[in-house]
């Protein structure tokens, strides 16, 4: 379909995104979230403002550093603390975050793998 293709293309023009702390790829659509960043100067003319940086986490990670201790450095320790805001604001993040490892533990034999799906029974585990 049409849809698809502009998918394509948006992939093929626009930098692929990757998680920056897990390096999972984010397509376009997919849960995550953006720490934006620009610099401007102050009580400087003529007033420059940089270029904004997008930052990216999948939602386990998001969840993951919410739940782990401080990083260290000031702009570590800020954007930790504006996804801990987002991760205790509502559980929508820590859905995703589950389903995101549902679906990876079920998904994960399809990738890499030419041969037959060997670890295909891992995903279902019956007691
Ligand atoms: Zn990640």
Same mark, same amino acid.
């Given at each position: 379909?049409?849809?698809?293709?502009?998918?394509?293309? @948006?992939?093929? $023009? =626009?930098?692929? +995104?990757?998680? +920056?702390?897990?390096?999972?790829? /984010? !397509?376009?659509?997919?849960?995550?979230? &953006?720490?934006? #960043?620009?610099?401007? %100067?102050?009580?400087? *003319?003529?007033?420059?403002?940089? %270029?904004?940086?997008? #930052?990216?986490?999948?939602?386990?990670?998001?969840?993951? +550093?919410? #739940?782990?201790?401080?990083?260290?450095?000031?702009?570590? =320790?800020?954007?930790?603390? #504006?996804?801990?805001?987002?991760?205790? &604001?509502?559980?929508? =993040?820590?859905?995703?975050?589950?389903? %995101? /490892?549902?679906?990876?533990?079920? /998904? /994960?034999? @399809?990738?890499? $793998?030419?041969?037959?799906? *060997? %670890?295909?029974?891992?995903?279902?585990? !019956?007691?």
């Amino acid at each position: 379909m049409a849809r698809s293709g502009i998918c394509a293309a @948006a992939r093929i $023009t =626009l930098d692929n +995104l990757y998680c +920056l702390r897990c390096n999972r790829e /984010l !397509e376009p659509g997919h849960k995550s979230v &953006a720490v934006y #960043m620009f610099a401007n %100067t102050v009580g400087i *003319r003529p007033r420059q403002k940089s %270029t904004s940086q997008r #930052m990216c986490f999948c939602p386990q990670c998001s969840v993951s +550093l919410a #739940m782990g201790p401080p990083p260290e450095g000031a702009l570590n =320790l800020a954007a930790w603390q #504006m996804i801990r805001d987002l991760v205790s &604001a509502d559980p929508a =993040l820590n859905q995703a975050a589950w389903d %995101t /490892l549902r679906g990876v533990v079920g /998904l /994960l034999p @399809a990738t890499g $793998t030419d041969g037959p799906r *060997r %670890t295909n029974a891992g995903g279902y585990f !019956e007691f």
